[in-house]
C-alpha cells in the first residue's frame, strides 16, 4: 500500500475510502493480511494503482 485517502465515487457520488497501490494484484494471489475489504465501517473501500511512488524535491 502506497497510502490513503477519502474521496467520492465518480459514479455513485459517494463517499469512499482510496487505498492507493503500486500495483493491482488479484485477490486470489494475495496473501490473506494482504487484501484490502471492500468497505470498513460501511463505507466502500476503492483501490486505486498509481505505480511507485517517490519523495520529490520541492524548490521554496
Do not use: C, N, W, Y
Not at 500500500?1 to 503500486?22: A, K, L, N, P
Request: glycine letters at 8%; hydrophobic letters at 40%; proline letters at 5%.
Amino acid at each position: 500500500m502506497s497510502g490513503v485517502s477519502t474521496g467520492r465515487d465518480e459514479h455513485s457520488g459517494q463517499d469512499v475510502i482510496i487505498v492507493f497501490v503500486t500495483r493491482k494484484v488479484p485477490r486470489d494471489r494475495l496473501l490473506r493480511e494482504d487484501v484490502v475489504p471492500d468497505e470498513l465501517d460501511g463505507v466502500p473501500v476503492r483501490v486505486l494503482a498509481i505505480g511507485e511512488v517517490s519523495a520529490q524535491e520541492r524548490d521554496l
